[in-house]
Structures are given as C-alpha cells and as structure tokens.
C-alpha cells in the first residue's frame, strides 16, 4: 500500500520545500578515494568510508541531473554520503557519461553505470565492504539508472549492455525516478528536455525496440525490493509516477512500496538537512537491515 503524506510524523513534514538552487548548493565532505573505471573525465567512482572497522553496509548512489552535465550531479550526493557515511555505511558515488558528453547517451551511460557497479567486486575486499548488503539509490535520471542497474539481470542477451553476471543488488531505493522510459516520454520531455533517442539510441534491424535494454519498465519483475519515493510537490517526477510503475512492478511479482514525502519537492529527497530525511534515511537504513536510529 503506499504511504502518503498523513501517515508520517509532523517533523517529517516539509514547510519550506527545497528549490533548484538550494539542491546546487548541496555539499559535504569530500570522499576518501577517487577510482577511474574508464578513460573519460567522467568515468570514476567516489568512495566515502565510515570510522571502523568493516564490513560495512554499502550505498551505491547514482545521482540526477536531467542526464546531462547543466543541472549539477555528483557533488551534490556529498550530502547525502557524509550523512550515511557518519551512521557506519559505505557510498559508492557513481559518476558516469551524460548525453551531452562524448560517448554518453546510448550506450554509453549504460555501461558506464554497469562497470562501476561490478567494479565492486574487486574494490570491496580491500576496504571490507559487504555486498550482501548493497542498496542502490538513484534520483531523478539517476533513478531511471538505479532502477536499470538493478534490473540488468533480465537484459535481453541480443543487447550490447548484456552481461552474464552482473552484481546484484539487495535493495533498490528511486527517488523521483523517471524510469519507465516507453511511458513517460511526454513527462521526460517536459521535465528535462530530453528526447528519447538520446536515452534509448535508434532502432535497427537487431535492436528493433529501444526500450527492450533501456527502460525499467520493460525488465520487470527485477527480483529486487523496490522503494519509490517522492515527493508531494515534486514537479520534476510528480509523485503520479511513481504511482504508475508501482502498479505496474507489484502486479509482475514485485515487492514494491510508493512513498510519498509531505510538503517535499524533487530536491527534498536527497538532502540529509531536510525534514524528508527523517523518512528517506530511515527508509535506507531498513532495507539495509539496519536498526533505526
């Protein structure tokens, strides 16, 4: 059932929702190490360790920003990996090719997100991070990325993004995803600007549908618990949509929980100093199978 508004505590609720400008200024400390999956200026990785020994929970956090360089992205996660990293759980800042880069859009940014995520296996034993314990958490565009990522599993084999083994992820957290790229291609135009072949490429004789390998909503059930969070005055990925792909992941065989944060915008849902954290947070730490705080 999804969760709305009224069903959370008064200091959850947002008064002074956040703006665009707001979400640019976000930061926080800077990470622990810098690792390059690729050649391209933006082909790497942030690490963000807590204090301890490990093995610790682990974030991958995928950030938004219309898939293009113009609305901010990466440094903008520093919130939210200071805040996790000070309550004992690792983040894995991905950063990744946008349309507007070289080599990015389709296929790029795709396997971009995929050589990041299966990096893992080799960086995890030198800093005791438990992939067992692996959420990842997307916003915005990177919640359409967050929600493929956890998906590829089902990627058709015909696809050049196929892998045979791809890392799993235990959790899957979108906030304000736009990810059913087949039925949201108004929204995503109006909200971002974006026209679908620069997120899906062009059809060819062996790749006759674009969505088949790109959209969420074509790779369900993704086998992989699945919160949707957004917020109640999120103009970006209004909280409709969320709605929508809900229905649609939990009658093919999901499990799937719709959040609705009150009073919250799109920008709300990934800053740590925001009254939604109180719910994004603890929605984090749960499927992490940690205690509340």
């Not at 400008?21 to 999956?37: F, M, S, T, V, W």
């Not at 050649?39 to 991958?60: C, I, K, R, T």
């Not at 991905?94 to 790029?108: I, K, L, S, T």
């Not at 919160?227 to 990925?237: E, P």
Request: charged share 20%; aromatic share 6%.
């Amino acid at each position: 059932m999804p969760q709305h508004p009224d069903q959370f505590p008064a200091a959850a609720q947002v008064t002074a929702p956040m703006s665009l400008q707001d979400y640019l200024a976000l930061g926080g400390r800077r990470p622990d190490r810098h690792i390059e999956y690729g050649d391209a200026p933006s082909q790497f990785v942030e690490l963000f360790m807590p204090a301890g020994a490990g093995p610790f929970p682990l974030v991958v956090l995928i950030h938004g920003g219309c898939w293009t360089v113009e609305f901010g992205g990466i440094a903008q996660m520093h919130n939210m990996a200071e805040a996790l990293s000070k309550q004992g759980i690792a983040v894995w800042n991905v950063e990744y090719r946008r349309v507007d880069e070289a080599g990015g859009g389709y296929p790029g940014t795709y396997r971009d997100v995929a050589e990041a995520m299966d990096l893992l296996r080799d960086v995890a034993p030198q800093h005791g991070l438990d992939l067992a314990r692996l959420v990842l958490v997307g916003h915005s565009a990177g919640g359409h990325l967050a929600q493929w990522a956890a998906a590829r599993a089902r990627l058709p084999e015909a696809s050049p993004l196929y892998v045979a083994d791809p890392l799993p992820a235990t959790g899957l957290i979108s906030l304000g995803g736009l990810a059913d790229l087949r039925r949201e291609a108004a929204l995503i135009k109006t909200s971002c600007e974006r026209d679908m072949v620069q997120l899906t490429g062009l059809p060819s004789a062996a790749r006759p549908d674009v969505f088949a390998d790109t959209s969420p909503g074509e790779l369900l059930p993704s086998g992989v618990p699945t919160a949707l969070i957004h917020g109640q005055f999120d103009a970006i990925s209004p909280p409709r949509a969320g709605g929508d792909f809900a229905k649609r992941a939990s009658i093919a065989g999901d499990v799937v929980e719709f959040i609705v944060l009150p009073g919250a915008s799109h920008y709300d849902e990934v800053s740590a100093a925001s009254p939604a954290w109180l719910i994004v947070g603890a929605r984090i730490r749960g499927m992490l199978g940690l205690a509340p705080l």
